[in-house]
């Protein structure tokens, strides 16, 4: 979720700068001052403005002295789009804020317009992290912490299986934390998950890995080829391959012992040791090496250096599939 980056996080504070490129957590950064501010009074007036929407002097208009003294949110979007005359108006109001109004700046962050939120750090705004989740580790943490912000439990299986069935987007894995969280009692479980995202989970990328690194060549493909056309980005299914064989590879040239202490070592849950055990069998060192090489051809081939994508994966899969099998 957004995370605050300093230690005062009253949502009603002057100005507040929520700063990153992820849509739902800049969302949920402007409706969580909106709703405090409709909680103080109910009859606030909300202005959500694009950049190309505020012009030099509009700011001064929104803010001018109301004789009703009414309580105003004025968020302004994409910030580092704003012109310099804009800039220099905003600059202006964070050295004297409008009792009653409560301005939120979203900025992508990054060096275009940072002057801005300098100029804000330095007047104290309040400010909200809202940094894109890039990484499958960051989407899983996203699950969870849903989960407990519903007051719900779910199994580390079920976040991982809703992760691989929903992929990167975080609007539609908050959608689905909340229908399960609405449709289930008791704990949350990978069947459960399994039976509610059938369809996208036997089309996720790390169902095609599965495969794959199980040396079963015919489903992994069929499962590439649903992917594809569901949608899935290639680069996720190269990632995935990538993390499947590096599994295998270093739980095999791992120390032997309980799942729980090879987990530590190796920075994996230990369900997925166990889930990694069962795939490794047929592997050796030979077959790992080979794997990797066919994915890294496969990840350059899907970033623009081949001319057929799927034709890559393709290559990929197959290529992995035989490696599990040099043993065999």
């Given at each position: 979720?957004?995370?605050?980056?300093?230690?005062?996080?009253?949502?009603?504070?002057?100005?507040?700068?929520?700063?990153?490129?992820?849509?739902?957590?800049?969302?949920?950064?402007?409706q969580r001052v909106v709703a405090a501010a409709r909680a103080a009074d109910a009859d606030t007036d909300v202005r959500d403005l694009t950049s190309d929407q505020l012009q030099p002097g509009t700011l001064a208009?929104?803010?001018?002295?109301?004789?009703?003294?009414?309580?105003?949110?004025?968020?302004?979007?994409?910030?580092?789009?704003?012109?310099?005359?804009?800039?220099?108006?905003?600059?202006?109001?964070?050295?004297?804020?409008?009792?009653?109004?409560?301005?939120?700046?979203?900025?992508?962050?990054?060096?275009?317009?940072?002057?801005?939120?300098?100029?804000?750090?330095?007047?104290?705004?309040?400010?909200?992290?809202?940094?894109?989740?890039?990484?499958?580790?960051?989407?899983?943490?996203?699950?969870?912490?849903?989960?407990?912000?519903?007051?719900?439990?779910?199994?580390?299986?079920?976040?991982?299986?809703?992760?691989?069935?929903?992929?990167?987007?975080?609007?539609?894995?908050?959608?689905?934390?909340?229908?399960?969280?609405?449709?289930?009692?008791?704990?949350?479980?990978?069947?459960?998950?399994?039976?509610?995202?059938?369809?996208?989970?036997?089309?996720?990328?790390?169902?095609?890995?599965?495969?794959?690194?199980?040396?079963?060549?015919?489903?992994?493909?069929?499962?590439?080829?649903?992917?594809?056309?569901?949608?899935?980005?290639?680069?996720?299914?190269?990632?995935?391959?990538?993390?499947?064989?590096?599994?295998?590879?270093?739980?095999?040239?791992?120390?032997?012992?309980?799942?729980?202490?090879?987990?530590?070592?190796?920075?994996?849950?230990?369900?997925?040791?166990?889930?990694?055990?069962?795939?490794?069998?047929?592997?050796?060192?030979?077959?790992?090496?080979?794997?990797?090489?066919?994915?890294?051809?496969?990840?350059?081939?899907?970033?623009?250096?081949?001319?057929?994508?799927?034709?890559?994966?393709?290559?990929?899969?197959?290529?992995?599939?035989?490696?599990?099998?040099?043993?065999?």
């Open positions: 979720m957004a995370t605050r980056k300093n230690t005062d996080d009253d949502p009603l504070a002057p100005v507040t700068i929520a700063v990153g490129q992820e849509d739902l957590l800049l969302d949920r950064a402007v208009e929104l803010t001018s002295p109301s004789l009703f003294a009414e309580r105003k949110v004025v968020v302004v979007r994409n910030a580092q789009d704003l012109s310099a005359d804009t800039i220099k108006d905003i600059k202006a109001y964070l050295a004297a804020p409008v009792d009653e109004i409560t301005l939120v700046v979203l900025h992508a962050g990054g060096a275009k317009g940072k002057g801005l939120l300098d100029a804000a750090r330095k007047a104290g705004a309040r400010e909200v992290a809202c940094p894109k989740t890039t990484k499958p580790a960051e989407r899983l943490t996203f699950v969870r912490s849903e989960f407990r912000a519903l007051g719900r439990s779910a199994s580390p299986e079920a976040c991982q299986v809703l992760v691989d069935a929903i992929g990167s987007d975080l609007r539609e894995l908050a959608s689905a934390v909340s229908q399960l969280a609405a449709d289930v009692e008791g704990t949350v479980d990978e069947a459960v998950v399994g039976r509610y995202y059938t369809g996208r989970a036997e089309a996720s990328s790390f169902t095609v890995a599965d495969r794959a690194v199980e040396g079963r060549a015919a489903e992994a493909l069929e499962a590439l080829r649903w992917s594809l056309s569901t949608g899935v980005a290639p680069v996720l299914i190269t990632s995935a391959l990538a993390q499947g064989v590096r599994a295998i590879g270093k739980l095999s040239s791992a120390r032997g012992g309980r799942p729980a202490d090879l987990a530590r070592e190796l920075g994996m849950p230990p369900w997925k040791i166990d889930r990694v055990r069962q795939q490794m069998r047929g592997w050796t060192p030979d077959g790992v090496g080979l794997a990797l090489r066919a994915v890294a051809e496969a990840d350059a081939g899907v970033k623009g250096g081949g001319d057929d994508p799927e034709y890559a994966l393709e290559k990929a899969v197959v290529a992995v599939a035989r490696a599990a099998r040099l043993r065999r």
